[in-house]
């Protein structure tokens, strides 16, 4: 079980000629699920890709530290490798690589109990976290994201951070496009992670209802790049049924 | 004297109408002017370096026979082993008809050698009838063409194999020539390679990991002409691997009757300047045309193609996709014209390159046209060209890979996607494989 935190400090960033994140701070703790909720543009997934380091985003102040070490001064490989992951509100196609070949190239870099996954085992374990969230097996031999399904998408993210084992996920609405089943096996098997090796999650989300299954610790409501309002669970519900007026 | 003159053509061995064709050919060649890079179909290519003179045809193998002929042919005969399933090899080495062997070969069918082909003169020439600069030399300076003629009906299960062998001879220039007729609602798939079957050559390096030979300067001209009957169905894959000093000027050309369905693949490796250009014309209603290459320069090559899509019936279609890579300093072009001549109503043209640019000093060029005389059609056409996609690296990198492996895999996925579509699944793995180690990246 992993112990640690990723600590957001002041954090500025945009892309070129315009902030967009003006001064976010928050800190997630191992085990821990944080949920940023906000309205269209209030800069929710910028702060997943700012701090994922996706090209063509700037980071203006502030840093990010997961365990002390400065994530901003790496690339996004050595972010990945630091123990980030980032499931992707829009996954990205890559012909003709399979999730497999991937995955092990990722797992042959980043060890988790300190020895390097055959690409047998990768199989083994793609094929119980394909089982345990619904994901067809067929879908494990398709190239990366390449004719899936929005919903086969989320899971297929799901799987790879369930296989990869990061010790913090950031969640850029992993509920989009997911019908009300799909989204329970998804929100389950992230929460059962936080007791499994003590992941630590930032999920961002337009709606409560993925916070029915992964429970939230701590809410955060993003409004123009700033953190307008933080506070239980209770906040999501609140948000779901007032909207975000009264934040923005 | 040129080393092309007629007087050489008319020397070769033939019948007298096939002396008479090369002997004409050959004066026809020798009254043009060579083209130049200033001809539209020839910019950006290469033809300015090309000193025709540091050449000459051979039409025998006397080389070959003396002390390298057992090897050579074990040599073509692993390749062909491994390009699949077959009904029936045919092998020419530098342009001659060697062999001859297989099923299909004692059917109905013939395959062998045309001037055997009870109307070998009108085969000829058939599908390409006004030939202009290099498939014209071929015209002279064929020595031995070869013939697959499919009777009307006829279906063949797996397909024929033609290994074009260039061997020995620094300086050579080599003219293979096939003509394919396949009849009404026939069904065929044909394998055609061009290969440098020297020891160490390409074929070695590409199928066995062999270091390189010293490569043999030659000129390699090959012609081949695919005539579609009505509702015939044929599946064509060539393979061009020819060594890194080679000089290839080839010419693949179709005509289509109504209803006939041509899935043509070429796989582009070797060669110092490479080009080939690929006419498909739809000359019968409803015919359809599916036009695929893959290709990867290296070091200092230059792969060039030049497509023509022409629809001269109405509710034709033809879907072109090329792809490939560059690296090292190599040099890519594509240049396409999709044709919808009058009358082609409700036809449909797709034309579409990708190009990845591998290092800083490569290059590739990209230039699809269109000439449309009807109104009533659709075309489409598209090309990119580029590094490595950026998001594609992100979502890699994402996930931990550091970034020349992550470039590995994009690239190598890229082949995949593409060797996915050759036509006639038995010489898949060849293909996938040789593109994975010309492109110098693997999965493991």
């Known amino acids: ?248 | 004297m040129p080393t092309f003159a007629p007087d050489t053509a008319a020397s070769l061995p033939g019948d007298a109408w096939l002396q008479a064709r090369r002997t004409a050919a050959a004066e026809a060649f020798a009254a043009s002017a060579l083209p130049t890079e200033k001809d539209e179909v020839w910019r950006y290519s290469r033809i300015d370096r090309l000193d025709l003179d540091r050449f000459a045809p051979v039409a025998t193998t006397p080389v070959v026979a003396e002390n390298q002929g057992a090897s050579t042919s074990e040599r073509i005969h692993a390749l062909a082993d491994r390009l699949g399933p077959r009904s029936c090899l045919v092998v020419t080495i530098n342009g001659v008809l060697a062999t001859v062997s297989g099923e299909a070969a004692s059917s109905t069918m013939t395959i062998g050698r045309l001037t055997d082909h009870p109307e070998s003169s009108s085969l000829l020439g058939s599908v390409l009838a006004t030939p202009t600069d290099f498939p014209l030399l071929n015209d002279a300076f064929a020595p031995d063409p070869v013939v697959i003629d499919v009777p009307e009906g006829v279906t063949l299960e797996a397909p024929i194999v033609i290994i074009h062998a260039v061997v020995g001879l620094g300086g050579s220039a080599v003219f293979p020539r096939t003509v394919v007729r396949a009849g009404a609602e026939s069904g065929v798939g044909i394998i055609e390679v061009v290969v440098d079957a020297d020891e160490g050559a390409l074929v070695e390096q590409v199928l066995g990991g062999l270091a390189p030979a010293v490569p043999c300067e030659r000129l390699v001209v090959p012609v081949t002409e695919l005539d579609l009957g009505e509702a015939a169905v044929v599946d064509y894959v060539s393979v061009q691997a020819l060594g890194a000093a080679a000089w290839q000027l080839a010419h693949q050309t179709s005509r289509l009757a109504a209803r006939a369905k041509l899935s043509s693949y070429a796989v582009a490796l070797g060669g110092a300047y490479a080009r080939l250009r690929t006419d498909s014309a739809l000359m019968g209603e409803s015919a359809s045309s599916r036009l695929r290459a893959a290709f990867i320069g290296r070091d200092d090559q230059m792969l060039d193609f030049r497509t023509l899509q022409d629809h001269c019936a109405p509710r034709t279609t033809s879907d072109l996709l090329f792809m490939g890579a560059v690296a090292d300093t190599a040099h890519s072009v594509y240049s396409g014209l999709i044709r919808m001549q009058k009358g082609a109503v409700r036809s449909d043209a797709r034309q579409t390159n990708h190009n990845l640019v591998l290092a800083e000093g490569a290059q590739a060029d990209s230039v699809p046209n269109l000439d449309i005389e009807e109104n009533d059609v659709q075309c489409s056409h598209g090309s990119t060209v580029g590094p490595v996609d950026e998001d594609q690296r992100y979502y890699l990198e994402s996930r931990g890979i550091e970034p020349g492996r992550a470039e590995q895999l994009i690239v190598a996925g890229f082949f995949e996607a593409i060797a996915e579509q050759v036509p006639l699944a038995g010489v898949r793995p060849l293909i996938g494989a040789a593109l994975a180690e010309r492109s110098g990246v693997t999965r493991d």
């Open chain 1, 1 to 248: 079980m992993s112990t640690g935190e990723l600590v957001i400090d002041d954090l500025r960033a945009g892309i070129p000629g315009r902030e967009i994140l003006q001064g976010i701070s928050l800190t997630v703790r191992s085990g821990e699920v944080h949920a940023v909720m906000g309205p269209n543009g209030s800069g929710k997934s910028t702060l997943a890709h700012v701090i994922m380091g996706r090209p063509g985003y700037e980071v203006l102040g502030g840093t990010v530290t997961l365990d002390g070490i400065d994530l901003l001064a790496l690339p996004t490989w050595q972010r990945a490798r630091a123990g980030l992951f980032l499931a992707m509100q829009h996954p990205i196609e890559v012909p003709g690589v399979p999730l497999v070949d991937a995955l092990a190239s990722a797992r042959a870099a980043v060890p988790i109990d300190g020895s390097a996954s055959s690409t047998p085992d990768i199989m083994g374990r793609l094929h119980d976290e394909a089982n345990r969230i619904g994901l067809d097996q067929r879908l494990l031999d398709r190239p990366l994201n390449v004719d899936l399904s929005g919903g086969e998408r989320k899971r297929n993210e799901t799987v790879q951070l369930a296989v990869l084992r990061p010790r913090f996920a950031l969640l850029d609405e992993i509920d989009s496009g997911l019908d009300v089943d799909a989204l329970a096996d998804v929100g389950r098997r992230v929460q059962d992670a936080t007791d499994e090796w003590g992941l630590g999650v930032l999920a961002i989300t337009h709606f409560h209802r993925l916070l029915d299954v992964l429970v939230p610790d701590v809410v955060h409501v993003l409004a123009g790049g700033k953190v307008v309002a933080t506070g239980g669970p209770e906040l999501a519900r609140a948000v779901d049924r007032t909207g975000y007026a009264g934040y923005v």
